[in-house]
C-alpha cells in the first residue's frame, strides 16, 4: 500500500473508531437510534451541499446510467450500516460493535472471491474459517447469557453491508472524485433515515446539550470527512489492502469507549476479537490471489 492510501486510511479508521463512543453517548443524552441516525445523516448531506455549491467548485452530477447503482450502494453503504451499527448498539456495547465491524474485511474477502473472481488458496480458506471462528465469539460474548443478542445481529448486518459498499465502491471511483462519490452516496443512504422523521423536534428538545455535540460530531466527522478520506484510499491502492485496515479499528473503538464511556467488552469477546483480526491477517496476508486479469493490468 503507498504512502497516500496508508495516511488517508490511518485517518478514515481512527475517526470511524470513536464513532461507536460518540453514538452511544449520543443515545444515552437523550436521542432515539432512529432520530440520531437522521439527524448526523442530514448534518453531512447539508455539508455536501455547502460544498458542492462553493465558488470555484467543480463538482458534476452522477450520469444517468449510475443514479440507481448509486442509490442502492448508498442504501446498503450508508442506510443499512448505520441502521445496523446505531440500533444495535442500544444493546451492545461500544468495544463489541467496533470488533464486529472489525472483521468486515472477512465478508470483503468473501464478496471479492464471488464478484471479482479472486482466489483464495488453503491459508486464505483457513483464515475465512479462523476469522468466522472469532465472529462467533464476539456476538456470544455480547450477552451474558452466551445467547446471539439481537444488536449483535444487527451490528453484523451492518458489517456485511460495508462490505458490500467497500467492493462497489471501488468501480465507481474511476469515473467520479472521492468527494462526489462520497456526496451521492450520503444524499442517497440519507433518504431512507426521513422515515424517523416523525417526534425529531421533540428528541431533539429533550437531548442534553453534551449528546448534541456529540451527534454533531458523528455527523461531520465520521459520515462526511472520514467516508472522503476512505475513498481517497480506496481510490489510491487496492480494495483489498486497503480494507484490511479495517483490523486496527477495534483497538480504537474499545479505545475510546473506554475513556469516553468506561465501556469494556466481556472476555469472552476480547477473544474473539483477537481471533478475528487473526483470520483478517492470514487471509489478507497469505490468501489472497491476483486473478489473471489482475496479474495482467499490473
Given at each position: ?17 470513536s ?12 436521542y ?19 460544498y ?59 464478496f ?35 445467547t ?8 453484523l ?69 472520514a467516508?472522503v ?36 467488552p ?14 483478517v ?18
Open positions: 500500500m503507498n504512502a497516500k492510501a496508508l495516511s488517508m486510511a490511518l485517518i478514515t479508521i481512527i475517526i470511524w473508531g464513532t461507536f463512543a460518540a453514538i452511544r453517548y449520543s443515545l444515552h443524552g437523550g432515539s437510534a432512529g432520530h440520531l441516525v437522521l439527524v448526523r445523516y442530514l448534518i453531512a448531506s447539508f455539508a455536501f451541499i455547502l458542492a455549491i462553493m465558488p470555484g467548485v467543480r463538482f458534476r452530477l452522477p450520469k444517468k446510467q449510475d443514479i440507481l447503482r448509486l442509490l442502492l450502494l448508498g442504501w446498503v453503504g450508508i442506510s443499512m450500516y448505520h441502521i445496523g451499527v446505531t440500533f444495535g448498539e442500544q444493546t451492545i456495547s461500544a468495544g463489541t460493535a467496533g470488533m464486529l465491524i472489525g472483521a468486515a474485511p472477512i465478508f470483503t474477502a468473501l471479492a472471491v464471488i464478484v471479482l473472481k479472486e482466489h483464495l488458496g488453503i491459508p486464505g480458506w483457513t483464515g475465512l474459517a479462523i476469522g468466522l471462528t472469532g465472529i462467533v465469539l464476539i456476538t456470544l460474548g455480547s450477552s451474558s447469557s452466551l446471539v443478542s439481537g444488536g449483535a445481529l444487527l451490528v448486518m451492518a458489517a456485511v453491508a460495508t462490505s458490500v459498499f467497500f467492493v462497489f465502491q471501488k468501480a465507481f471511483l474511476t469515473r467520479y472524485s472521492p468527494v462526489e462519490l462520497t456526496a451521492y452516496v450520503t444524499w442517497a443512504g440519507t433518504l431512507p433515515f426521513l422515515w424517523f422523521a416523525p417526534g425529531l423536534l421533540d428528541s431533539i428538545g429533550h437531548a442534553t446539550l453534551e449528546a448534541h455535540i456529540s451527534t454533531l460530531y458523528v455527523g461531520i466527522f465520521p459520515a462526511a470527512i467516508y478520506t476512505w475513498a481517497i484510499a480506496l481510490s489510491a491502492g487496492k480494495a483489498s489492502s486497503v480494507a484490511s485496515m479495517i483490523y486496527l479499528e477495534p483497538g480504537v473503538a474499545i479505545l475510546t469507549a473506554w475513556i469516553w464511556l468506561s465501556e469494556w466481556s472476555t469472552l469477546s476480547l477473544i474473539g476479537g483477537l481471533v478475528a483480526i487473526a483470520g491477517l492470514v487471509v489478507n496476508g497469505f490468501g489472497r490471489k491476483q486473478t489473471t486479469v489482475e496479474k495482467k493490468s499490473a
